[in-house]
């Protein structure tokens, strides 16, 4: 990373780009230029084909058509190898973790130091040590952790870190923040700022347009496996970038309509857990209460407590004003409480069948007479969570491991909200999730609420907290710091309720 200024550097440039899947066509004729010291956002909605284009740069795909140029060099790549022998690092949407060694072992996975000798633990981890700080994330990742037992927010550091020290040329980000917390945020686009400046070639794909107008210099847009165009950041607005995307014009700001509310659905009473601490909140029909935080304040851990997924150490859980004792989800389910989780594809997908029977897997019981599931009611579900969620694939046979990782996403989310629950918890339910689809998600959980559904929902990203919810319970490090009303509350409130004696509240940038 300190290499002296003149190292030379070099760009990336890709012309006419195509991939075709079986009854797919992810990309046609798609060029890409990712200059040297620019940070170069690609920007589509969920299926525009980004992630195909980063695995093609990677080696992981091979390209029907098309040329790569590195520094003005063409290069094929048959394998990984290939490209990172290049200088090309990509950063990948799902991060691959080995579960069971440590975050060094991790981290020099292919690239063990020393591979000749016998490599000690303490050596190796010395050395990851060593890297984190040198890329700013030393306070988030102990080195001796293990793999399975990271956050999705470490794992993805981690990917991060194993891609830097190879020292790339050009490197590629895909969606690295749909886990991340702000002030997590921060220390990734200090890591890219520093990156950029030293001269390499970033490329950055997200779907939050704030942070893209915070961290790029230039914006390509991707739609249907097409490119629309690229704007230099300082021409452009976020008006124009979201109808290159979608290709109509949408509202980006989401109003929610105010319900009547009604009795009590979730009370919790100074309950405690293994990670949090003393947690009283109630949730009322027709409400939408967010909880809000950074990542790690105990947030999912507080929504598993109550879908029966971890143990309930004091207090107590009442639904609709009968006290519960949850010994498993099975439990939970049963006293109308659904929980979307936040980790959708490890804990939920099943990846290897369709979307049809993703989706109906909420409403089997339903969907069935006798035993027999009812195929045509299975494909009337599927079709109109497909169509409202804007879900991009080619049938609803698909496969589940052939769509892309927002319509994964939203193909589980269409499981919960299709569910007919008294409380619904949404574990951060638009994380990668394009602009069109989060607008209609939010529509969905405002209609449930409007139907007398108590909706609890985790989100990190503060517009959303603030458009979505009635009330707004701040969490930091396993305890309520706080609690909003919709009328009170404001991006800085919930920030410092969320950070208060913990970090300062500069440097933490919404
Ligand atoms: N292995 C595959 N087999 C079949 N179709 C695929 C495969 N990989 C991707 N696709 C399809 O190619 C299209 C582009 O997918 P891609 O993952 O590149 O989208 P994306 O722009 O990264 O979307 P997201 O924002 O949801 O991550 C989608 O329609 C997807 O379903
Ligand atoms: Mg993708």
Redesign the pocket.
């Known amino acids: 990373m300190t290499r002296s200024d003149d190292w030379p550097r070099a760009s990336l440039n890709a012309r006419g780009i195509t991939k075709n899947?079986?009854?797919?066509r992810?990309?046609a004729g798609v060029d890409l230029d990712l200059p040297t010291g620019k940070v170069t956002a690609l920007m589509?909605?969920?299926?525009?084909?980004?992630?195909?284009?980063l695995?093609i740069l990677s080696g992981d795909y091979q390209p029907d058509e098309g040329t790569i140029e590195i520094g003005g060099k063409a290069v094929t790549f048959a394998t990984p190898f290939d490209s990172r022998a290049a200088g090309l690092r990509v950063i990948a949407?799902e991060p691959e973790i080995v579960p069971f060694v440590s975050v060094a072992e991790n981290i020099y996975v292919g690239a063990l130091p020393g591979s000749r000798g016998i490599v000690s633990q303490r050596q190796l981890q010395d050395r990851a040590r060593a890297d984190l700080e040198r890329f700013g994330f030393e306070r988030f990742l102990d080195p001796a952790t293990r793999g399975i037992d990271l956050s999705p927010a470490q794992r993805q550091m981690v990917e991060i870190v194993r891609a830097l020290i190879g020292d790339p040329q050009v490197i590629c980000f895909?969606?690295p923040t749909s886990s991340l917390s702000d002030s997590e945020t921060g220390v990734l686009f200090d890591l890219i700022v520093r990156l950029r400046d030293e001269g390499r070639a970033v490329g950055y794909?997200s779907?939050r347009m704030r942070e893209i107008f915070q961290i790029a210099d230039t914006v390509t847009i991707?739609r249907d496996?097409r490119l629309i165009g690229s704007r230099e950041i300082r021409d452009t607005s976020v008006g124009e970038v979201v109808r290159m995307m979608v290709g109509r014009d949408l509202s980006t700001m989401f109003e929610r309509n105010r319900h009547e509310l009604g009795e009590v659905a979730l009370e919790l009473e100074a309950v405690s857990t293994d990670d949090v601490t003393d947690i009283s909140l109630t949730v009322r029909r027709g409400e939408v209460v967010a909880l809000a935080g950074l990542v790690g304040a105990g947030r999912t851990e507080l929504a598993l407590a109550i879908a029966g997924d971890r143990p309930v150490t004091a207090g107590t859980i009442k639904v609709h004003g009968v006290a519960q004792r949850f010994r498993s989800p099975a439990d939970s389910i049963a006293a109308g409480i659904g929980l979307a989780p936040e980790e959708r594809k490890a804990d939920a997908l099943i990846m290897v069948r369709s979307v049809r029977d993703n989706i109906a897997l909420a409403v089997l019981g339903g969907l069935s007479r006798f035993g027999v599931v009812d195929r045509r009611k299975e494909r009337q579900l599927a079709e109109k969570y497909i169509a409202q969620l804007r879900i991009?694939?080619?049938s609803m046979a698909?496969l589940m491991?052939?769509?892309?990782?927002?319509?994964q996403?939203k193909v589980v989310l269409a499981r919960w909200l299709a569910k007919a629950t008294d409380v619904l918890i949404l574990d951060e339910p638009t994380r990668?999730v394009?602009v069109g689809a989060k607008a209609e998600i939010y529509a969905i959980v405002d209609e449930l609420a409007a139907n007398g559904v108590a909706v609890l929902v985790i989100s990190s990203e503060l517009p959303e907290v603030l458009g979505l919810a009635d009330r707004i319970i701040v969490m930091q490090e396993g305890r309520v710091t706080g609690e909003l009303t919709h009328a009170e509350a404001t991006e800085e409130r919930i920030l410092t309720l969320a950070i208060a004696d913990h970090f300062s509240a500069e440097g933490v940038q919404p």
């Not at 899947?21 to 797919?24: E, I, L, P, S």
């Not at 589509?44 to 284009?53: D, F, Q």
């Not at 491991?401 to 319509?407: A, K």
């Open positions: 899947f079986t009854g797919v992810a990309l589509g909605e969920n299926g525009a084909g980004k992630s195909t284009l695995k949407q895909d969606e794909v779907h991707l496996g991009r694939t080619p698909q491991q052939n769509l892309s990782g927002g319509n996403q990668g394009d």
